[in-house]
């Protein structure tokens, strides 16, 4: 059964750093997009990055470019967000989500997912 299980979440202080781990077991990242995505109180959720993971080629929100960098790990199996300069309008739940493509450029787009984790929770507050 394919599962994604995110990591890494907490409270930081404006201007810090986190790093969030997607974590798939059931099925191997190769044949998937994988996409981070976010939810805030009263907010839609929105698209933050996503990889091919097989081809590695990467796709980032406006909102995010120069601060965020997703990355893959074919050895852990796992896709990784570092997230730098965080700001207090990044607070959010985070999740992460498969959508089963090997080809083409990723889409930082909630709808094209099919396979969701539980999300782990970002604070961004001094």
């Known amino acids: 059964q394919l599962q994604l299980v995110e990591s890494g979440g907490g409270l930081v202080q404006p201007g810090g750093s986190l790093r969030l781990s997607c974590a798939a077991s059931?099925?191997?990242?190769?044949?998937?997009?994988i996409g981070w995505f976010r939810q805030a109180p009263g907010k839609e959720r929105e698209g933050v990055s996503c990889?091919?993971?097989?081809?590695?080629?990467?796709n980032y929100a406006d909102s995010v470019k120069g601060r965020f960098t997703i990355s893959r790990d074919s050895r852990e199996n796992t896709v990784n967000l570092q997230m730098n300069s965080l700001k207090p309008e990044d607070t959010a739940v985070y999740y992460c989500?498969?959508?089963?493509?090997?080809?083409?450029?990723?889409?930082?787009?909630?709808?094209?997912?099919?396979?969701w984790g539980q999300g782990t929770q970002v604070t961004v507050s001094s």
């Open positions: 990889i091919n993971f097989s081809s590695g080629t990467t």
């Open positions: 059931g099925f191997t990242l190769d044949y998937y997009h």
């Open positions: 989500a498969a959508d089963r493509k090997v080809f083409g450029r990723c889409a930082v787009a909630p709808a094209r997912y099919e396979s």
